[in-house]
């Protein structure tokens, strides 16, 4: 199902991007229902996606208006089913989109200039378009929702693929882990507190503004480059100290209270409300670990590992007793890869490639063997925050080409996306016979992936 729902998503990414762009002499090139598709959408559209180097497949001119038509003739089923989207969702979706274009460009600034409008005013463009985004995957997840493959089915699949042409499984490991969080001086935290203060009565003063000091100071590098500013979001997706404060701020002059999370020490600064979503500025400071307490952690970790070789307890007891990994302790130390693609396990799923794993994880995994225990090393957690770890190798599957025995699941996926673009492309062809769709004579001498177009 990857290939129609790119055909689909990876144009309405630009959808909110063309609205409004009427830089080309203009001509309705397709009709496709009720709606016309314009020339200047698609120009507008190749010059975006030439700019952001998304693949198009062929002649432009024959791609994209194919692309919209089938967009279209999704959204009109939407509006048949009655699909409708969150508004929450829809807020999420936009702020995440927003987010990638600007890391795309660099900074909120050059988005502007690119532009040539505020984020606020793109935001508001992209809403429409993101909208319909949802509705198309609706619409999509309805029409395969009851797909089922049987065992019959991955059997012929496999016996027809070349043995010369079987997919590669690649290599994936299991890792088990335990972590030690070094205990920060209490001078480190009254430093911090300080500075904190400093920054707020340079902000409340009108000496500096709020978003200057977090350009300049806060450790999180991401918003830091907005001037400490995260986007419109909601209660759910924030640490709960941090919501806390945050959705106390009613006065965009006023700032928090001193919080503590996970990440570290913050003072945050109301942007805007909208009902149950909230934009702010934050700065974040973390406490930095003294060499002497990360040493003395280190031999705390290397005493633990030394027990757990001596079988004094296991290493599955020590990262359910002992660990500060909150995302494993849980699971006896098992790391969960939640960001998988591969075909085997799409999300959840306890294997990782070696490229999936955190990078000071995947140096000391490369050489080890099953069973094995690392040495004590340095890592920053999910939190950023530098812990001791010592991982144990739970299992190791070599890469290999998929057989029928080992890789049942993949090769299950695999049928499953092929019968899924299937039964999109059929449900295509017979919506295209009962669609009026008109293509201007200069547009026609196409080679389209959808046959019908051209039935009239």
Request: charged share 30%.
């Amino acid at each position: 199902m990857k290939k129609l729902f790119s055909l689909t998503i990876c144009l309405l990414v630009f959808a909110g991007i063309i609205r409004a762009q009427d830089n080309v002499i203009d001509e309705v090139i397709w009709v496709v229902g009720d709606d016309p598709i314009l020339r200047s959408e698609v120009e507008a559209l190749r010059l975006e996606m030439q700019f952001y180097n998304q693949r198009i497949t062929g002649d432009p001119y024959c791609y994209i208006p194919e692309q919209l038509a089938i967009q279209k003739l999704y959204l009109h089923q939407a509006k048949l089913d009655s699909v409708s989207v969150p508004e929450n969702q829809v807020f999420q979706m936009v702020e995440s989109q927003l987010n990638h274009q600007i890391n795309m460009v660099g900074s909120r600034e050059k988005l502007e200039e690119y532009r040539g409008k505020s984020v606020n005013a793109i935001r508001e463009e992209m809403r429409q378009s993101v909208r319909e985004r949802a509705m198309i995957e609706t619409v999509q997840q309805s029409l395969v929702k009851n797909l089922k493959v049987t065992p019959a089915e991955i059997r012929t699949f496999y016996n027809r693929i070349p043995k010369d042409s079987l997919p590669f499984i690649p290599a994936t490991v299991e890792v088990e882990i335990v972590t030690q969080e070094p205990e920060i001086a209490l001078e480190e935290i009254d430093d911090i507190k300080r500075r904190l203060r400093e920054f707020t009565e340079l902000a409340n003063s009108g000496q500096r503004e709020f978003s200057t000091l977090a350009r300049l100071y806060s450790e999180d590098v991401e918003s830091a480059k907005n001037g400490g500013e995260l986007g419109f979001t909601g209660r759910a997706t924030l640490v709960p100290e941090f919501a806390a404060a945050a959705f106390e701020l009613n006065d965009p002059s006023k700032i928090s209270r001193i919080v503590e999370t996970e990440y570290g020490y913050h003072i945050i600064q109301l942007v805007e409300k909208r009902g149950d979503r909230i934009n702010v500025r934050h700065i974040l400071l973390k406490p930095k670990v003294s060499p002497a307490e990360l040493q003395a952690t280190t031999v705390r970790m290397d005493s633990i590992r030394n027990e757990i070789v001596e079988g004094k307890f296991t290493f599955e007891d020590a990262a359910t007793y002992i660990s500060h990994d909150k995302n494993t302790r849980n699971n006896k130390g098992l790391m969960v890869n939640q960001n998988s693609q591969n075909y085997t396990e799409r999300t959840g799923t306890s294997r990782f490639e070696m490229e999936e794993l955190p990078p000071e994880i995947g140096k000391v995994v490369y050489n080890m063997k099953v069973g094995d225990i690392s040495q004590p090393f340095t890592m920053v957690n999910s939190s950023q925050k530098e812990v001791v770890a010592m991982v144990r190798l739970k299992s190791r599957t070599e890469g290999h080409k998929a057989s029928l025995s080992d890789d049942y699941q993949a090769l299950k996926a695999m049928v499953e996306e092929e019968k899924q673009e299937q039964i999109l492309q059929e449900w295509l062809t017979n919506k295209i016979k009962d669609t009026y769709v008109r293509i201007n004579d200069n547009w026609k001498n196409c080679d389209f992936q959808l046959k019908g177009w051209l039935s009239e």
